[in-house]
């Protein structure tokens, strides 16, 4: 998985522990921010997708269709990780 097009991340998809959806609160806004343990690429609106790696650093990916984005790392991983449901 490749994030960011200035300051780029790159994402082995087997080092993805779990992911879920996930509503980003209205302080994480747009853009790239640090979390204290992951960060946050958000491009529009306030559904994401959490993707929690085997370090257990966090990502936070913003997104208009997360369940797209479920489905897609669900393919890739070969449904080999935890899928977590939000509260």
Known sequence: ITLGWILKKN???SEIK???NFEEPLFYTWGI???ANGWIYSVDGYK???IILR???VYVI???NPEELIQ???S???NKVEIKKES
């Open 72 to 74: 897609t790392l669900q």
């Open 48 to 50: 994401a997708v959490k």
């Open 62 to 64: 913003g997104t208009k």
């Open 18 to 20: 779990e992911f879920s």
């Open 55 to 57: 370090d257990d650093t």
């Open 11 to 13: 994402i082995d998809v």
């Open 33 to 35: 921010k640090p979390l």
């Open 76 to 78: 890739v991983t070969r």
